[in-house]
Every structure is written in structure tokens, then in C-alpha cells.
């Protein structure tokens, strides 16, 4: 045969595949740091544009070692978990009663949709007023916050059940709780964990606002503090611990899911 | 126990679906019920078994229930239904968690169905870990573990391959063998039909109605694959239905 007919075919897949390749990420986060870490020696960046990340680091370890750390964190991380335990449950139940109930459906859906572009740090005067200045309108507002995504995703999930399930566990006489428990609720787990991972992120940017006002230590007290004397260094201390913070609330989730949903294909 | 549908009539809003339908669905044998695609015969199966309220007639239970049923009338559904987060046993189980059963004692059904439908190594296997054919197997399973009065199969067989449905077929015969039991199974194969059915039941296009009941003498063990005998039945029962199943394929949907 002619050797200008014979040619391999070329190769036209692939692709379109990402995986996880280890190290990247931190490589991007070291490279960034030794970036303004540089800039800022060498007077490229000035101090008042972005603080030293050796400063800064300096800074946390005075927060570690004067014990202010956990005068900061213990509140905070009472406030979160306390405001997004409520938000949560809360905001679970009456997903998966909007997800079964017409009448539940037809009435909140509406009153959520009419909440959830609230900014709700705007009505934290409002929740001092209700709740009280000290913890109460701090958990409220937390609470509040995480609420809504958690009903939009949770019910969302409950009508993504696959209805033959439903239909096999009352085929074979399951009762309504028992349907509710065995069928609806682990199969709307996917959808609540990943509506959970939306939720505490927002729990975590309104634990700033909630110490906003009547907050005398909290991670969010410490860096508006520091926000208001432009204390630049104590500012990034701050906010690096909520990073933080945001990181090991993914990661407990990413576990969670692993350890529930090691069922899913 | 025997089934008795009678004078059913079924409609979705103004569209009639099932019509005219009376049946007898005598105990210890089972009733095939094929037609064209959209006759309703998926329809009538959740009708007789309480998942669906027919428009006019009624379907009665006649006599009890045999000692020690759990669930007269339990389903095999086309797509398995098994629950993805339940193991094996798990899922058997399932049907057997509302019943106050003593203790130990739903431990001695999971073990002993599993046994019969040759599962028990897979006890602890995950459905994602499963071929179709191993799904409609623990479905299965699941069904004869509450010791149904009546099998309903919602085209059981027709999610998997030929060699895998032949397999099941034989498991199904040699189920009925051993110990039988009442079925009604709705499929849309008619090769399936004369092997498995002691009557089979056609149903004409929407709005399904019964045309003609065709019942088969043969023993089922005795039943092989492309028996001349049956080839003869299934040939029958392919006329009666050519020119509805054409009408039926060319017939917009939701017309």
C-alpha cells in the first residue's frame, strides 16, 4: 500500500479529567508567602500595603505564648458550634418536612426564598434587641445564617430520593418513620453534607459579625480590633486563623463523608 | 391465597389506561402478563399489589395468608430497589426490621435465603460491588425472605444481558421447583413468558384490556431453552400482538 495512506490514527480523547496531584496546593501557598515575604523586604511592597508573613507568624506565636490564643478561640469556637449545632438542626428538619409535606412545601419555600438574601449581619441590632447582647443574639445570628442554606440544600436532597426506593420500603410495609429513617434520610446525606460545607463557611464569616457588637475576646473581636488601629499584623494573624479554622471544618466534613457515604459508586 | 381483580378500570386524568380487566391468580402458580409497551401492564401489577388506587374495581384477596407470611404481596422491581448503603443482608433485612420477629430469628431468614439463592458469600457485599444480575438476585432474595402469599415481578429480568437473564430464568424455575410459589410477572419478553408462566395473560394497547389468556401445561423444569413446543406458543402469542406492538411504537407519547 502507498505509505502517504498508511498513518496512525491520530489520538482525540482524554482530557477533561482533573485529579488531585499532592503538594500542588501547598507549593501555591508557600510560593505566595515567599512572594510577599521578598516584596516586602526588599521595599517593593510597602508596610502599609501588605504586613511581613515573618511578622505576622511573630505575631501568632506572641498570641500562643501569652495564652491569648485560646482567650480568643475558646469563645469563638463555642459561638460556631453552639449557633451552627441550632442552625443545622433546625434547618435539617424543616428541609426534609418541606421535602415530604405539600402544605409545609407551599408555605416555607416562599418564606425561605424571602430570608435567605437577607444579609443577615444587618440584623444584628435587631437580634440584640431579641436575644440580648451577650451570647444569645451571637448564636442567633449564627444560627440564622446557617438555617437557610442548610433547608435549601437539605430539601433539595429529599427530592433527589430515588421515589422506587420509597415505593419498595412501602411495598414491603415499612411505616412512614421508618421510611423517613431508613430510606429518605440516608439518601439525602450526599446532598445535606455538601449543603454542610456551604453552611459552616457561612458560619465562619458571620462569626466576625456576631462579634461585631458586646464581644470582648473572640477571633472576631481580635481582628476588628486590630482592623480599627490598622494593626496590620495582628489583622492577618486573625484572619489566617479563620482559615484555618475553614480548612478543619472541610476536612472533618471530607471525613464524615467518607466514613457515611463510602456506599456511593 | 389466591388474587381476584375485578371489573378493574384505570385512568390518568381523561386517558384510560386499563380497562374491562377481571383476573384469577390462583395460588402456587404463575401468571405472566405481557402486551405492547404503554398497555399498562406495569400499571395493573402496582394496582394488584396496593401501590397505586385503581379508578373503578377492586382487587380481592381470597382466603389467608399461608402461616408465618410477613408480606403477602411483595414486589421485584425492574430496577432492583435495593438500598446502595445497606449491605447484602442488610437489604434482605429490611423487610424483615417491621416485623417483631424473636431474636435470632431474622438472622436464620437472611441466612437461609441467601443460602437458597446461592448468596451467601456475598453477605457483606456492597450493591455498587454487584453485576445487575447479582441485584436482581439479592432482590430477590429480599422478596422470598418475607415469605410473600404473592410474588409480584415488575419485568424483573429486562435491566440485564441475555446470558445474565437466562441465568436468572433457571434460578427462578429451580426456585419454583423446590418450593412453589404464586407469581404474577410482568415482562414485555415472550420468551421469558413461555418459560416461566402456567398462563399467560395478553393485553391489547392502551387502554389495556385482557385478549386472550393462553395457558401452558408443560411443567416448568421441563421447560428448556428454544423448546419447540413453546417456540409454537411464543410464535401465537407474537401474532396476536405485531400489529398492536407497530401501533403502539408509532404512537406519540403523552398524545
Known sequence: MDDQQTRPVPFRGGGFRPV???GVGLAVFVTLLLLA???TRTGWISALT???PSDVVATFGELWTSGMLFKHLVPSLTRLAVGASLGVAVGVSTGILIGLFSYIRSGLVPLVAALFPIPKIALLPLFVIWFGIDEGSKYALIAFGTFTPTVVATYGAVDNVDRTLIRMGQSFGM???SIVRKIVLPGAMPGILSGLRISLAIAIILLVAA????AEYGIGAYILEAGSLYDLERLFAGVVILSLLGVVVSTVIGAIEKRLLSWRV | MDLRVEGLRHAYDALPVLEGIDLDIPSGRILCLVGPSGCGKSTLLRIIGGLEQPTEGKVLQVGAPPEGCLNPLTYVFQDFALLPWRTVAGNIRLGLEEHRLPPGRADEIVADVLARTNLSDFADALPKQLSGGMKQRVAIARALAVNPAVMLLDEPLSALDAQTRELLMEDLISL????????VYVTHNLAEAVRLGHSIAVLS???GRIREIVTLDKPLAERIHMDADLEAVQEHLWTLMR??????DAELLHG
Open chain 2, 205 to 207: 394497547r392502551r387502554p
Open chain 2, 243 to 248: 400489529e398492536e406492538a407497530r401501533a403502539a
Open chain 2, 176 to 183: 419454583w421447583t423446590r418450593a412453589p410459589f404464586t407469581a
Open chain 1, 50 to 52: 501588605l504586613p511581613r
Open chain 1, 175 to 177: 411505616g412512614w418513620f
Open chain 1, 20 to 22: 488531585a496531584i499532592r
Open chain 1, 211 to 214: 462579634e461585631m457588637l458586646g
Open chain 1, 37 to 39: 515575604e521578598w516584596g
